[in-house]
């Protein structure tokens, strides 16, 4: 098995930080891909910020200069540093990585369990 575990999220003011981790951890050989996604009650999932494992990025428009999304190949961990934020980031907030599973060599798409950040004074 695999399990993806998020943390860092919590209630910050406009204009606050926060940096959000994503620890990956069980039978994993490599990870290619690693994703942020947000999500807010009503509305469809979200593609805030990828990564591969050679360092390349990609950011939804609205968060770029703001988010920074980074990875520890050797923690098999990603973050996404917050900046400048806003209300309209208030989400749940969930990673997601294409994992090629230790025991029978196959990709696998898992997904944490999501963490929440609430913008607001």
């Known amino acids: 098995q695999v399990q993806l575990v998020e943390s860092g999220g919590g209630l910050v003011q406009p204009g606050g930080s926060l940096r959000l981790s994503c620890a990956a951890s069980?039978?994993?050989?490599?990870?290619?891909?690693m994703k942020w996604y947000r999500q807010v009650p009503g509305k469809e999932r979200e593609l805030v910020a990828g990564?591969?494992?050679?360092?390349?990025?990609n950011y939804l428009e609205s968060v770029k200069g703001r988010f920074t999304i980074s990875r520890d190949n050797g923690e098999n961990t990603v973050y996404l540093q917050m900046t400048s934020l806003k209300a309209e980031d208030t989400a749940a907030y969930y990673c997601?990585?294409?994992?090629?599973?230790?025991?029978?060599?196959?990709?696998?798409?898992?997904w944490g369990q999501g963490t929440q950040v609430t913008v607001s004074s």
């Open positions: 997601n990585a294409v994992i090629m599973r230790s025991d029978d060599r196959r990709y696998y798409s898992e």
């Open positions: 069980g039978l994993i050989f490599r990870i290619t891909v």
């Open positions: 990564i591969t494992s050679d360092g390349s990025t």
